[in-house]
């Protein structure tokens, strides 16, 4: 405030603009700080004891809950099965719903049912995803024992084999994302001038020529969001596997969240668990600094 | 180059009919402009001698070929878009030639013709450069200069001069007639500006509601305008329109004379009062409530006046147009 | 049509109707699973049921305990939902329309909540909420899923608000109106798109949640429906076709409110993706 009196009318301008903010912006930073940072500052703060949870942190280990987690087989299978839920989003499920999208973003009627229709699994609870392909790949009851059965094959439990039951997992997280992430294709590409790709047309560009020269050029930046979102995502991958295998058999098909839910929450291993969420957290600010990093060389160029 | 010819063309969207019937030929070599208010139909009439819109009905020839169910790229036509339509992730060399590219033309042939078209429209130093780094009319340059290379039967052009402001359409103008006229090509160039259409073209096609008014050069359109639609739509201040007496003493409904055929007299004539007056520098127009009806008169040079002065108008006689109920033409 | 646009034609249609199957069999097979008897499910998976047996589906809807669990859901979200808005739209007004010194760094602080996974977080999100005695109650599930949709929720209104003609503010400050008079009487009304947007989206991310609620809700009577369901898989084990009626029970609100609202449900899932 300045230090001559302003005039009343300045005066109350000035307070009403303070009214504002100390009215309108507490509110949200109270929740944050209190609900999302500083968990996050106790989960580093908590990793460095070992502690069950009750009364206080009191025995000091330093970093040995990280030496633990970094020593521990099955965080590392953990870690090598979240990476491929990322390779199978990259190489698999991208493609597919930018086929997708090049075949549905015009708007007509069939279309748009079309795009309702692939974004339903979308919407459901991972949960009920996950459950409802439990079913599906059940050798006793379910579609896959039907077919079996069809084929004249004994019942093969996918989801009981240690080598293959990880596959099923990421079938299931491409039904679930494919049409997500199609639809920021189809929102990216019914953003191209239709004048574009008349010039295109004009020029002698068959079907497939406007779509590698003039369409995806065009949606660049909604293929690195999609990217963005299919890493970070498979990084947090949990829902689905607890209905699906629970982590099992054998702890081959933990994600590193279902991993940390198994062996630092349900075992009270509080610091054990936040040493998990640390890593975790680690990985996360990895790949957001790596997106922006690319994201500007991108827009300098 | 080509000549275009339109037979009967018919384009009607669901229930609306956008184009009735249409039969129009483009000489070879002519810059024929389109003009008309929107909604018209020229644009529409200029996308489907283009091929991007199929026509309902009737058939469409380029240089004797039918090319009615025929692509757009296979038609001998290049178009220049309102928006220009460049590529933002090509360079304006890769922009220029991405037909020559997807047409497997070698190499060396590439370079010539990009080289010759840079030339023409002096883009050379630009030739590395993406479109977000060029101005509005370096980036229409370059959607020419696309057009160029393809060596086309017929240049189209779809309000190219829209989007530049206006000191750079009066520019441009001259550059399109020089190009004209250096590349000797058959141009379809459609506005909604009367002004582009007296300077530029050899033919002018007036279209109202998706017919056509009028077809003929600057000249006849100006002086003998078949349709009272064409009389007001060419020539800038509109041409004054009179009914009653003045009219029918002469056989038709409507009378009609330009500002620039009306003079102030000292005697005869009718009498006026002065309503308002915009002076232009080199013209004067004013705006006058007569015993005939309301007028505008354009006189050269600086001339003052004030507001509510009396004045005498008198007419050429030899510019007079005579339209019936019709609107159309009498004489 | 030539030839190659037929074939091209035939190929599009081949391709999406592969992929309808793909993601249709799966939701059919539950649906339809729910009405087969046990010895039914084993034989004729794909099919009609022969018979329709519909005890499970009632005996699950004459069960207070499953109404109850949709019920505890219900609150949860809308509760979320109505703080959401408010909160996250006060912030963001704050942001968009007020000039202070220290606003863009507050800015990227509430922003951070976009780069940190969830889960980093869980072990002592359960500290802290039983710390502060809200365990077990709605509570423990409104406040953490509000606080993390938080960033997002803030990032899509300040967008939507910035594109509001500012001359509006000009001419209502002109007239005396103040700023949180204006947030009230003009921002909020003008902002409905936004509001259903970022309201279906809090909607969607709640009801499905289930990762925080499993960790902070111990008795049965507060279960969201996820977690109830969990328990009765738990419970109904070898009764397939029993689960497959509770799943299907489930997921029809969701498929109802999605066809619903599908405008904004898109457009809040997907907008805050492009945003982001």
Avoid at chain 1, 180 to 199: D, N, R, S, T
Avoid at chain 2, 132 to 140: C, H, K, P, Y
Wanted: glycine share 8%.
């Amino acid at each position: 405030m300045s230090a001559s009196a302003p005039s009343p009318a300045r005066r109350w301008r000035l307070d009403d603009r303070t009214t504002a903010v100390v009215l309108m912006l507490p509110p949200a930073l109270l929740l944050f700080t209190l609900f999302v940072i500083l968990p996050l500052l106790d989960a580093g703060y908590y990793s460095l004891f070992k502690w069950n949870g009750y009364g206080a942190p009191s025995e000091f280990v330093g970093l040995d809950n990280y030496a633990q987690v970094l020593g521990h087989g099955i965080f590392w299978q953990s870690v090598r099965n979240s990476v491929i839920v990322l390779v199978v989003s990259i190489v698999v499920q991208m493609p597919l719903a930018l086929l997708l999208a090049l075949l549905v973003y015009r708007q007509t009627p069939t279309n748009a049912a079309f795009r309702l229709v692939f974004f339903l699994p979308y919407i459901l609870a991972e949960i009920a995803s996950g459950l409802i392909w439990s079913f599906v790949f059940d050798g006793n009851t379910g579609v896959a024992a039907g077919m079996f059965a069809a084929l004249g094959m004994k019942p093969f439990f996918i989801l009981a084999d240690k080598d293959w039951a990880f596959f099923a997992i990421t079938v299931v997280v491409v039904w679930k994302y494919f049409g997500f992430h199609m639809m920021i294709y189809i929102a990216a590409l019914q953003g191209v001038p239709a004048e574009m790709i008349e010039a295109g047309k004009i020029e002698g560009a068959g079907r497939w020529q406007i779509v590698r020269h003039i369409l995806i050029p065009q949606i660049k930046p909604a293929l690195m969001v999609s990217g963005f979102f299919a890493v970070v995502g498979s990084l947090q991958l949990f829902d689905v596997v607890i209905p699906l295998t629970n982590g099992g058999p054998s702890n081959s098909t933990h994600t590193i969240v279902t991993y940390l839910y198994a062996f630092g929450l349900t075992r009270l291993k509080v610091g054990f668990g936040s040493a998990v969420g640390v890593i975790l957290f680690l990985a996360a600010i990895v790949v957001a600094v790596a997106y922006q990093r690319t994201l500007n060389k991108e827009a300098a160029r | 180059m080509a000549e275009v010819q339109l037979s009967a063309l018919n384009k009607t969207f669901g229930a609306v009919e956008i184009i009735p019937q249409l039969t129009l030929t483009i000489p070879d070599g002519s810059f024929t402009v389109l003009v008309g208010p929107s909604g018209c139909g020229k644009s529409t009439l200029l996308r489907m001698i283009a091929g991007l819109e199929t026509p309902t009905r009737g058939s469409i020839h380029i240089g004797g070929r039918d090319v009615t169910g025929s692509e757009p790229s296979e038609r001998g036509i290049s178009m220049v878009f309102q928006s220009y339509a460049l590529f933002p992730h090509m360079t304006v060399r890769q922009n220029i030639d991405f037909g020559l590219r997807l047409a497997k033309v070698p190499a060396v042939e590439r370079d010539a013709r990009v080289a010759k078209a840079a030339d023409i429209l002096h883009l050379q130093p630009l030739l590395d450069r993406k479109p977000a780094a060029l101005s509005g009319g370096q980036r229409q340059r370059v959607a020419i200069g696309r057009s160029i290379v393809r060596n086309p039967e017929v240049f189209l052009f779809d309000e190219p001069l829209s989007n530049l402001d206006a000191a750079l359409r009066t520019q441009m103008r001259v550059e399109l007639a020089e190009l004209h006229k250096r590349l000797a090509a058959t141009m379809v160039y459609v506005t909604h500006d009367q002004v582009e259409a007296m300077t530029l073209a050899d033919q002018i096609v007036v279209m109202n509601a998706g017919r056509i008014e009028q077809v003929g050069s600057p000249e006849e359109l100006y002086r003998h305008p078949q349709t009272i639609f064409v009389a007001t739509f060419i020539g800038s201040p509109k041409m004054n329109l009179l009914t009653g007496p003045i009219a029918e003493e002469r056989g038709a409904t409507t009378y009609g004379i330009r500002p620039e055929h009306l003079s102030l007299t000292e005697e005869g004539g009718w009498s006026a009062q002065v309503k308002f007056t915009e002076y232009l520098g080199n013209e004067t127009i004013l705006y006058l409530t007569s015993e005939l009806g309301e007028l505008t008169l354009r006189i050269n040079g600086n001339q003052r006046f004030g507001t509510g002065d009396s004045v005498r108008v008198k007419a050429d006689k030899v510019h007079e147009h005579l339209f019936d109920g019709k609107g159309r033409r009498i004489g | 049509m030539n030839m190659s646009a037929f074939f091209a034609g035939l190929g599009r249609a081949v391709v999406l109707m592969l992929v309808s199957a793909f993601v249709l069999g799966p939701m059919l097979v539950t649906i339809l699973g729910g009405f087969k008897s046990a010895g039914e499910l084993r034989t004729n998976p794909f099919g009609f049921p022969q018979n329709w047996q519909t005890e499970f589906f009632s005996s699950i809807l004459s069960d207070a305990t499953f109404w109850r669990f949709l019920g505890n859901s219900l609150f949860i979200s809308l509760v979320s939902v109505v703080l959401t808005l408010i909160v996250a739209a006060a912030a963001a007004y704050v942001f968009a329309q007020i000039r202070f010194f220290g606003a863009r760094w507050l800015q990227a602080y509430l922003l951070l909540g976009l780069v940190f996974p969830f889960a980093t977080a869980i072990l002592p999100l359960f500290i802290k909420v039983r710390d502060l005695g809200l365990l077990d109650s709605y509570w423990a599930v409104i406040l953490p899923q509000t606080a993390f949709g938080l960033s997002l929720s803030i990032l899509l209104f300040k967008t939507f608000f910035e594109q509001l003609p500012k001359e509006l503010f000009e001419a209502a400050w002109v007239e005396g109106c103040g700023y949180v008079r204006f947030f009230w009487r003009f921002t909020l009304p003008l902002s409905t798109p936004i509001l259903a947007t970022v309201g279906t989206f809090v909607f969607v991310s709640s009801w499905n949640n289930f990762l925080l609620p499993l960790v902070v809700l111990n008795s049965r009577e507060l279960y969201t429906w996820p977690l109830g369901m969990m328990q009765f898989r738990g419970e109904y084990v070898v009764e397939w076709n029993r689960t497959l009626a509770f799943i299907t029970l489930t997921i029809l609100p969701s498929v109802a409110f999605f066809l619903a609202a599908q405008k904004y449900i898109v457009a809040g899932l997907t907008g805050g993706a492009v945003k982001g």
